[in-house]
């Protein structure tokens, strides 16, 4: 079986600041990581995943990622974090391959204030 | 450049009245097609994908149905509502299996 959790449902913060929404997973094999931004009223936007090779890929919007197999960790960062940054971050994997089942986090309600 | 379709956009429906959800995606031939249901406020569920035409696979029971007669559309149908249908489908796309999913701009859905 395989999951995603997102421990922090809302993150607020000043504009300026650094930002840091922190996803954990758990999956017996090599996972296939993605975040996903939802602005309110919108659909879900890619920002950046993660498969094989380098532990920090870099997305859209400014945003980048680092891969941690050591604590099964997939954070997401951006510094400085800007008010059009407010959204719904959610965090998923993807076991791979053949299987075709995309499992998500609850997300992180992200409010970044003037 | 590919893009995808979602209809209607939003639709008010009674409790045991049929619903039928489309999406369309052009400019990608064989895609494989995911739905997507999510409770306001809510996270995502997938609840069915295709990787071809004619073969539907179901993630999760939710007393909803798909199926996917052209390469390029999906539907999600049930022939009765429940008022726990309620929410946003969102439909995507990918072109294989643990590639990145792309998706539509979603119907939003009221059961009353």
């Known amino acids: 079986a395989q999951s995603v959790d997102q421990p922090d449902a809302h993150v607020t913060l000043s504009e300026g600041a650094s930002l840091e929404l922190r996803c954990s997973y758990s999956y017996s094999a090599a996972p296939y990581l993605f975040w996903y931004v939802q602005y309110p009223g919108q659909s879900l936007q890619f920002l950046l995943k993660y498969i094989t090779g380098d532990t920090v890929v870099k997305g859209t919007k400014g945003f980048e990622a680092e891969f941690r197999k050591s604590n099964s960790s997939f954070n997401l960062k951006k510094s400085p974090a800007h008010w059009s940054d407010s959204a719904k971050y959610f965090c998923a994997l993807e076991s791979g391959g053949s299987n075709y089942k995309l499992t998500f986090g609850k997300g992180t309600l992200l409010t970044v204030t003037p | 450049a590919q893009t995808i379709h979602q209809w209607p956009v939003a639709e008010i429906k009674a409790v045991g009245s049929p619903l039928s959800l489309g999406c369309t995606i052009k400019?990608?031939?064989?895609?494989?097609l995911y739905w997507y249901w999510q409770a306001t406020g809510g996270t995502l569920q997938q609840l069915f994908y295709?990787?071809?035409?004619?073969?539907v696979e179901s993630v999760v029971q939710l007393n909803l149905s798909a199926s996917r007669p052209k390469d390029d559309q999906f539907i999600l149908s049930t022939e009765k509502l429940l008022l726990s249908h309620s929410g946003f489908y969102l439909c995507?796309?990918?072109?294989?299996?643990?590639?990145?999913?792309?998706f539509g701009p979603g119907t939003r859905l009221l059961v009353l």
């Open positions: 400019g990608k031939s064989s895609p494989n």
């Open positions: 995507a796309w990918s072109r294989q299996g643990g590639d990145t999913q792309y």
């Open positions: 295709s990787i071809t035409v004619g073969q």
